[in-house]
């Protein structure tokens, strides 16, 4: 989603951190966003060339709203995902869906407890983890989640890595 300027902070120290930033969509209204593939492809593009400008960061990876495997695109443009995925390709970038959800979008107050049993309870050891959590400033409760969950991961034998060219995606099955 777009961002304001007072973020810049922040997504200054992300960078300066080496973390990874995604490209998710302009805005969450998927009847804008996938009302076709330009009307995305151009909300990306001018998200990429904001970041530049503002950080002369170059953002090569996405996640879609609602996963690759969402069908809730199909009520706006029937196939749509199916193009969208080739043309993200085409266009260079990696998109990534998750494998472990802490569903964290199922609404504004999710128990804390709920959040970190839903992600420790999926990760598995030998494969890479793509853990979907969400940084709205609704979502306290994952705020509160996350330094169990990290703790958990570390104890446990897992590692944090900023995504890069070499990380292998995850992906879903395009579901439209």
């Keep these: ?9 922040i997504l200054e120290r992300m960078i300066e951190d080496g973390d990874t930033i995604g490209i998710h ?4 209204d998927y009847e804008a966003c996938y ?3 330009d009307a995305y492809l151009d909300g990306v593009e001018k998200l990429k060339e904001k970041l530049y400008r503002d ?37 260079g970038m990696v998109y990534f869906d998750w494998n472990v959800d802490s569903e964290d979008a199922s609404g504004s107050s999710v128990p804390d407890s709920t959040l970190i049993a839903n992600v420790t309870g999926e990760l598995q050891k030998g494969r890479v983890n793509v853990v979907l959590m969400h940084d709205a400033n609704s979502k306290k409760t994952t705020v509160q989640a996350l330094q169990s969950i990290i703790n958990y991961g570390r104890e446990n034998g897992y590692t ?17």
């Design 35 to 37: 009302s076709t593939e």
């Design 55 to 91: 950080t002369s960061y170059e953002a090569f990876c996405l996640r879609f709203p609602g996963g690759s495997s969402n069908t809730i695109s199909a009520n706006y443009n029937d196939g749509i995902m199916t193009r969208l995925t080739q043309r993200v390709a085409d266009l």
């Design 25 to 28: 969509a302009l805005d969450h």
């Design 1 to 9: 989603m777009d961002y304001s300027q007072d973020k810049l902070p």
């Design 160 to 176: 944090f890595k900023a995504i890069d060219r070499s990380t292998k995606p995850v992906h879903h099955r395009v579901g439209n």
